[in-house]
């Protein structure tokens, strides 16, 4: 029996699958927890920054209790300043 997965996709219709027993998987960078899943398909090179975004919301919906750091997720991602990407993840509602 196949295990449940969400398929994720960018505007080219690039599709990836994420078995969703590991969608809220967090890796250890320093002291932080961060997405390892947002990691993974940004390394891929196939997503955009929108598109990421738009996967960490799904990621949150999917599994809200995990110790996800978004901020410090994407702060390594963009290389941009804390209060725009605080700003971005708060529009978002991924931060409060």
Known sequence: MEPETIQVSNQEGISCFIPVKFI??????????LSYQVLRLKQ????????????????ESK????LIDWTETFMLLEKDSRPHISRKLRALQLVQ
């Open 24 to 33: 809220g998987k967090e890796t250890h960078v320093g002291d932080k927890f």
């Open 44 to 59: 891929t090179g196939l997503f955009s920054m929108e598109e990421l975004y738009r996967i960490a919301l799904l990621i």
């Open 63 to 66: 599994d809200p209790n995990s």
